[in-house]
């Protein structure tokens, strides 16, 4: 049977409800809201001949064995970058106990549980230069939420004029290929303004292949070279590090049950920099 002109209003009012509902749950901030720093770090800048680096998704901390697991991890790490974190007291006591600098980034706050946010967060033994974050234009469906790329830059080695840019992504998922083309083309403006060294690293949602060619364009025109990892036994890698101007002195990836995503833990050099 045919629906009549009033049925249809019906399920339009129903419709524009729900979303109105689901719209409320989450509040996304203005982008000139999104950044934030926590912590006091010991040094001016970072050391070039070693940089621990620690990048991780940590699935907002859901699951039991997440805090003792992340402190293992990010002990005596020079550099952390984690993807979904949830800014509440429980990761708060996290965050504090690391000896540094936090800049975070928040994509969204979940308005039924007080405003708490989740996003992005980078850690350093240095003290940020300058800190931005980049919304995605596009937003995720059903929580209409934006991801986000989060930039920080450091002063790499006593010289004012070596600095390392730290590109931590968190890449849009269910969104469609044209609004992940557009969040990576928007990184690549970004980093390609800055001269010198770089990390590019996150969880960039490659589940196709498709993701992965424009991820793969994206670094070989930026001539960011990955980094590799001893036993990887990832099927379909989703979280990946790039660097330009840094030496890779190894790679480990972490499995385990803490997070829905495995750690990625490798040490980088720039110690050819102080000559320079």
Known sequence: MDETRDQRGQKRALRTALATRRSQRWEVPHPAELTARHGEAPAAQLCPKTLRVLVWNVFKGKRRSFGPRFGELA???????????VFEDSTRALLDAYE???ATA???????????????????RASSLRVRALQTLGREPFTRTPKLALFTEYRLGPSPDKTLLVANVHAINFAGFENFRDQLRRIEAAVGEHRGPVLLAGDFNTWTTRRLRRLEELTRGLDLAPVEFADDRRTTPLDHAFVRELDVLDGRVHHGRASDHAALSFELGAEHLLGE
């Open 75 to 85: 002990r005596d790490r020079d550099l952390i970058l984690a993807q979904e974190l």
């Open 100 to 102: 540094g600098e936090w």
């Open 106 to 124: 928040t994509s969204f706050r979940y308005a039924r549980r007080g405003g708490v946010g989740t996003g992005l967060g980078t850690a350093a």
